[in-house]
């Protein structure tokens, strides 16, 4: 029988405990009452009941009917997260194995998938899906849906951080500017600007915007797949920042909203019809419009923050201060992000101790002293 575990504090969540058919033990947390969690806990156990006399192989269960009513209720994340998991459910999963029974997948077929799914989008994007696929399959396997996943004999790698980035030239900036209708340039400027991701700068609205003191209060962003603005779902708690607002940004965004004005709750950027400026239309037309330009495949709107960065690296910003700008969650992100970047304004620094070495007397050390 089901067992419930209480808070273990004020404010916390319910959880519930289980016994599978073949006696493993299983939990789940994060409900918000206890009728919740019960009511969770009676469900598996009729579904343990059902399948008690059935073999794995029986259940012919497509993988959308799993996602639907086994999946989703295991997962216990924030619901941008989930947000990403439906968008890549609905573009990649569900279009090849969506009404595939989980049984009927097999080995080669995975493999053909991410190959696929390569000739479209970098490696770390489709490994990323491959990835939530394979989740969804150990799920089916915990689950007895599965003797064993078909990701077995398959090469599975976690999604790595592009860890060298390559900056575009001031130059270039402006070419691709220059591409986009007039409408839509800003969203180039925005990014290179203030190195917003792509979805904060798609979600800006005018009362982020502080013109008197030159700041910029990033508090939300534009999610990918509901395409509304989410004031409390940011990639992380870092995220949440005020960074500087330039002056000529503020000039172009005056002049654009003069002649475009707003779009819906404010929204600075906004479609040819007014409303709002999905993040897969602009990625989309990003790609377009810098295909003519040579720029390699995989570079997209995230490499404007890229270049923001290598400017303000380049201009003698420090780790912490970028850290802080971009909002990474840790020093470590940041530095496997940009390290390679600081070479060169380490540099800068040593030429300040050659200079200094070159000094006759000790009085600019006596000076900084006093």
């Known amino acids: 029988m089901a067992s419930i575990r209480k808070p273990n504090k004020k404010g916390g969540t319910f959880g519930i405990r289980w016994r599978t058919r073949d006696g493993r033990d299983c939990e789940r947390g994060g409900f918000a009452t206890e009728k919740e969690a019960r009511q969770y806990g009676q469900e598996q156990e009729a579904l343990e009941r059902k399948n008690k006399n059935t073999k794995p192989s029986d259940l012919k269960m497509t993988v959308r009917e799993f996602v639907v009513n086994v999946y989703a209720k295991t997962l216990d994340v924030r619901r941008q997260t989930r947000d990403d998991y439906n968008l890549s459910l609905k573009n990649w999963v569900y279009p090849t194995f969506g009404d595939v029974a989980l049984v009927d997948i097999k080995p080669a077929d995975l ?6 799914m390569k000739q479209t989008v970098s490696e770390s994007y489709a490994q990323k899906h491959a990835n939530l696929l394979g989740a969804i399959l150990k799920c089916a396997v915990d689950n007895n849906y599965l003797d064993k ?17 390559t900056p575009f030239s001031k130059t270039l900036v402006k070419q691709i500017a220059d591409q986009f209708a007039e409408r839509f340039r800003l969203l180039i400027w925005i990014c290179y600007y203030t190195g917003m991701r792509p979805s904060e700068a798609l979600g800006l609205t005018m009362d982020q915007l502080d013109f008197e003191n030159g700041q910029i209060v990033i508090d939300r962003q534009l999610s990918r797949f509901t ?8 990639k992380t708690t870092k995220s949440h920042r005020t960074i500087g607002f330039s002056k000529k940004l503020q000039v172009l965004i005056q002049e654009h909203v003069a002649k475009f004005g707003l779009g819906p709750s404010n929204l600075i950027l906004s479609n040819r019809s007014g409303n709002v400026w999905r993040y897969h239309d602009a990625a989309e037309m990003f790609r377009e419009k810098v295909r003519p330009l040579g720029i390699a495949k995989g570079m997209g709107l995230h490499q404007l923050r890229h270049t923001c960065v290598s400017v303000l690296i380049a201009r003698g910003s420090n780790i912490k201060e970028v850290q ?3 909002g990474h969650e840790s020093i470590q992100e940041t530095m496997d992000t940009y390290g390679h970047l600081f070479p060169t304004a380490m540099a800068k ?13 000790d009085n600019l050390l006596i000076a900084s002293a006093n």
């Open 149 to 165: 996943s078909p990701f077995g004999p398959v090469k599975r790698k976690k999604a790595k951080r592009v860890t060298k980035v």
């Open 111 to 116: 493999k053909a998938w991410i190959i696929e």
């Open 349 to 361: 620094l040593s030429d300040h101790l050659d200079a200094y070495d070159d000094e006759e007397d």
């Open 324 to 326: 802080e700008w971009v």
């Open 227 to 234: 395409n509304t603005v989410h004031e409390k779902y940011l």
